[in-house]
Structure formats: structure tokens, C-alpha cells
């Protein structure tokens, strides 16, 4: 099956073309730093392809990079306060939140040239990275492990809907689905990532400090979105009383 490369993606021609090696789950990473090793992964369990975070990592040589910019640089404490939840959402891989943040920010700073260039580079980062996922996916189409592409593409198509990467992703997921044989993997993919934007949401609250918030978002995941990833997610991070079947 021939993918096409869309002409809008030529500001990440040259991300595209390089072949990174296979994104294995490595346990000496998570141990390391402390972290699980869904934390760069796009599947909670690890392995496969990597996330946003997962791809800054792999490219500073298995180093968390530091942040770039001084955070003094905003003067306003609103901004400021803004300028870390959205990097606080972008830890948590949630880019349309982040992004949205992000911009707004910076049409507001066009007097702070310093936290301007902070939040562009910011930006940018972002920008490249989900051209670097779509790369991962158009990469493993070739190899033909088509359920780890889908399951990218379908998070492009939904969460990177302020991305360029968009109507690629579109695009290539219908080409799938041109294939009958593909079409309940696609519709079931979709709904996956559908169910992770509800949980990066629901995270999301419980960042900006709206933990009751949270707490109702992720039972709705666990109620909307039965059986996927992101509603086994989402149980664990509620009390247990709070998904407990009724007493009879």
C-alpha cells in the first residue's frame, strides 16, 4: 500500500527521511530516571512508538534535555503561571492543550522579546516532534506492522488537530481504510484516541490543580471508553470506592 507524503509537510521533509532506530521499551531507561516506561511510549505498557516525550529523549542520547530559557524572562505572573502548565501539559503529552497555551502567549509577548523566543522555541519543538511521529508511523506502514501505525495515526487525527501533521494523518488513515480488511482496526484506533485525549484532559484538570474536576473526568473515560487503554488508565488513578460496583 503506497502512503503518500502530502506536500504540507515540507517544513519536515528532512525529519521524515531519517530512520531512527526501533523504539524498544528499555528497563535500565525507566529505572534510571524514575519514570515508567509508558512515559515515552505511546502505549502505557511501553515499546513501539515513541511519544513526544520519548522523542526529545531519544534525540538528546537518552537524556531528559533541559529547558531552554529562563523563566524570569515573563514578567507577568499570569503568564508565567501559564508558560508552566503548558509545559506541564506537554509532559503529560497533551500537545493540543499545550499548544493552544503556548500561542496565546506568544501573540501576547511581542514586548518581552526574550519570553517570546522562550515560548517559539517551545513551539517549534512541538511542531517538529509531530512530524517526527507521523515519520514513525509512515515507517512502520513500510514494515507493515499496521496496528502500531494505526494507532499513531489516530492520534494524529485527533489530538494534532492545530498541527500541520493533521490532514496527513487523515489522509493516510483513509488510504487504510480503503482496505475493508483495515476498517475495524481503524474505527477501533479511533476510538482508542478519542478515549486517551478524554484521559489527557481529565490529567490535564488534575494539573492545573482541579483535582475534583479530574476525579469526575477520568470515571466519565472509564464509563464512556470501556475496555480501552485509556479507561484502564484512568480505573487506576481513581479510589477505589469511586469505581466500585454497588453494594447489594
Known sequence: MGIRLGAGLAFFSVVLLLESP????????????????????????????????????????????????????????????????ARKLIDLDHVRAAKRILERLHKALKKQPNAQKMVGDELHELNVRSGEILGQARRLVRKNELEEAVALYAILAEEYRDFAVHKDARADLKEISRDKDNRALVKREQNEARARLALLDALASAAAGKKTVSQKELAKVVKRYPGTRAAKSAQAKLPKEATAPPSK
Open 22 to 85: 526501533a523504539a524498544h521499551a528499555r528497563p535500565e531507561f525507566a529505572r534510571r530516571e524514575q519514570k515508567a516506561c509508558g512515559f515515552c511510549h505511546i502505549n502505557p505498557q511501553g515499546g513501539g512508538p515513541r511519544n513526544q516525550r520519548g522523542l526529545g529523549y531519544a534525540r538528546a542520547e537518552f537524556r531528559f534535555p533541559p529547558r531552554a530559557g529562563n523563566l524570569n524572562d515573563l514578567d507577568n505572573k499570569k503568564q508565567r503561571a501559564d508558560f508552566i502548565l
